[in-house]
């Protein structure tokens, strides 16, 4: 039988996930039975020929299109500097020794690129290269009816001139379409379906962070519009011997109610749920497609969260069972796999792994002499007042763990059934994060704002304690995210004993693709600042190198920075002490590649393309710092120049 598996359309390397050169091939080839779809959707777009139409486009139509933002005045105001800012990111991003600032100058760029780029398209479309297009997944029925409305579906074009033809000419029997199912899948299973009615399409590994089909499989059943495009869906996390088995079935003509871990459409267009039955894969990572420097694996991929009572939380249901027996020798299997093949940096993708089990699995790579850096997950844990546990974890060479905070309010942790010791945990909190760093390990605390009766008081508390760990403690770190209820959740399910007085489904839950839900609860959502300004706030305080208005919002840039696995190589920390000069003399020099323009208020800006920081100021302080050599002897302009020191605008010139 002729198989291909494909992906779905989304953003750029799958959110930086899967980094590879961007190239146009003249053949464009299905390589192993895989077609990278999003790889071709990417690589046409930020070709040369694409950037520098669009560029020159934009330039050419941009006095028509009313107030443009300081980015887009930036395009049309460099060009060519646009044009080579914009390679450069594109071939950098993969590297994955970049450093934050610069991570983020690349981002910047290419999102700045991504918003010129739709506003030449037909239609109104979000485009970032963090999710591609911005467009609705929650309804299947909506999906099937609109992905073959050019208008509605801003990939098609592409489906139809790259993809469709590459398929068709394959005459596959089976495809495979891997990730979360979008108007791109519906449209490409659609189209296939019109010139090869007998194709098996079948939906597979889905699951990412926070999201997959395992979670609304029992209302999957009834989806009539879902099984109208596709004929099967892989339930299980480890999705490759499931798919060797529907390959198997179909080729012997046998019934895939044989099949475990399937929701399948039989002959008569019933849909079917089979058996549990895992099989548990030796080396839980893609053993074809190690990047040559690191891997993400699951050590023990029989295991997932050992609490799994938050309330909030439904990150477990996405896997079919869960084993409550740890087997270390499995997991040094993995690793011992890994330092055969000369692979010195891993990252443990397991949802949290136990301190004492976390210490064994340290003491077995010890004893092996291992040469690993590496960063995992576990829980705030009275276990870590251990110092001997985190030496351990130290020599083996972890750098990083990530504990999950959530909030510093005692009140809204007992709602979240965070700790069955809510009040001592947060009392020994410093007492845990001084024996990390002791042994030069960071910790990163992932934080959620926006529980259910969270007050602003109760929102503030938690922000200012994780501002106040930052500012103490070099190697501490945090992203703020919002609260999204789960479909799956303890939350979602007894939503009424949380004062929340609306749940908003987008559409029948039998036609529901999605995982998470809107909700209303008066308190948190009548609060000033509201959410999203809270989260840019917090974020922002932790970025103090991150411009003010930059497009790319700070919690999708470290959202970016840790699905890209940046972090790493980054061991630096960054210096965050101002640089103040206040005495009179001092020759400064502009560096060369500032990009200048007057406004239409009579004002000028001046934009610097290396960080995407700028400063609008009168035409007679921009007279001044358009000089070779710039003399400052008058107290006035000090303070600029320590912010124009500060964004690399400027440099003291010492030769002077």
Not at 8 to 19: I, P, R, S, V
Not at 218 to 235: K, P, Q, Y
Request: contains cysteine; neutral net charge.
């Amino acid at each position: 039988m002729k198989i291909i598996s494909i992906n779905t359309l989304c953003g750029l390397h799958n959110m930086l996930y899967d980094k590879k050169k961007l190239e146009i091939n003249k053949k464009i080839e299905v390589k192993n039975n895989f077609l990278d779809i999003n790889h071709l959707f990417w690589s046409q777009v930020l070709s040369h020929e694409t950037i520098s139409r669009t560029i020159n486009k934009f330039v050419q139509i941009s006095s028509v299109l009313g107030t443009l933002s300081i980015q887009e005045q930036y395009v049309v105001s460099a060009p060519n500097t646009f044009f080579n800012k914009l390679i450069d990111a594109k071939n950098n991003i993969i590297n994955i020794e970049t450093d934050e600032e610069n991570l983020f100058s690349y981002i910047e760029t290419l999102n700045i690129f991504c918003m010129i780029y739709s506003k030449l398209l037909p239609a109104n479309f979000i485009f970032t290269i963090d999710q591609g297009f911005h467009r609705s997944s929650n309804s299947a029925k909506e999906m099937l009816e609109h992905c073959l409305l050019e208008y509605s579906n801003p990939y098609l074009h592409f489906i139809t001139q790259t993809v469709l033809p590459i398929i068709l000419e394959s005459k596959p029997d089976i495809i495979f379409i891997r990730g979360i199912p979008n108007i791109g899948s519906f449209a490409v299973a659609k189209l296939v379906k019109q010139k090869l009615p007998n194709v098996h399409i079948s939906i597979t590994n889905h699951s990412t962070e926070y999201y997959s089909i395992n979670k609304i499989k029992n209302s999957l059943l009834s989806n009539v519009f879902f099984f109208e495009c596709f004929d099967s869906v892989v339930l299980n996390h480890n999705h490759i011997e499931t798919e060797k088995k529907i390959i198997d079935s179909l080729s012997k003509n046998s019934a895939l109610s044989d099949v475990p871990n399937i929701l399948y459409k039989d002959s008569d267009g019933s849909v079917n749920a089979t058996n549990i039955d895992i099989t548990y894969p030796k080396y839980d990572f893609n053993t074809n497609n190690i990047f040559g420097k690191y891997v993400n694996v699951r050590l023990f991929p029989k295991n997932h969260c050992y609490w799994n009572q938050c309330t909030f939380c439904g990150i477990n249901n996405k896997y079919l069972n869960c084993s409550a027996t740890w087997n270390i020798e499995d997991a040094w299997c993995q690793i011992n796999y890994l330092k055969n093949k000369n692979i010195n940096y891993f990252w443990s993708i397991d949802e949290a792994i136990p301190p004492s089990i976390l210490y064994q699995l340290a003491q077995k790579m010890n004893c092996h002499n291992c040469n690993f850096i590496w960063h995992t997950r576990s829980r705030l844990d009275l276990e870590w007042i251990n110092e001997d546990i985190i030496k351990e974890l130290a020599v083996s060479g972890l750098t990083q763990i990530r504990l999950g905070f959530e909030s510093a309010s005692i009140r809204i942790l007992k709602l979240m059934n965070k700790h069955e010791n809510v009040e001592e945990v947060l009392n020994n909190i410093e007492v845990i994060l001084k024996l990390f760093f002791k042994y030069q390990i960071r910790v990163h605390f992932p934080t959620i704002i926006g529980f259910p009766t969270e007050t602003l008081y109760e929102r503030e508390q938690t922000i200012n304690y994780l501002k106040k760990l930052k500012k103490k403690y070099p190697l501490f770190s945090y992203n703020v995210n919002i609260l999204e209820l789960d479909i799956s959740s303890s939350l979602y399910k007894n939503w009424d004993k949380y004062n929340i007085t609306q749940i908003n489904l987008p559409c029948p839950l039998n036609d529901f693709m999605g995982n998470i839900v809107k909700w209303y609860e008066p308190i948190v959502h009548s609060t000033t600042p509201d959410l999203e300004q809270s989260r840019r706030n917090a974020m922002l305080s932790q970025y103090t190198w991150y411009p003010e208005n930059a497009l790319t919002k700070p919690h999708i840039f470290y959202r970016l920075y840790e699905s890209g696995r940046y972090m790493l190589y980054n061991m630096k920390i960054s210096d965050i002490a101002k640089v103040e000069y206040n005495q009179n003399g001092i020759v400064v020099k502009k560096f060369s590649d500032l990009v200048s323009w007057k406004t239409q208020l009579g004002t000028y800006i001046t934009y610097n393309p290396r960080n995407h920081h700028y400063y609008e100021c009168s035409e007679s302080v921009h007279n001044l710092f358009n000089d070779d050599n710039i003399l400052i002897d008058d107290m006035r302009y000090f303070s600029l120049i320590n912010e124009l020191l500060l964004n690399k605008f400027i440099y003291i010139y010492e030769g002077r």
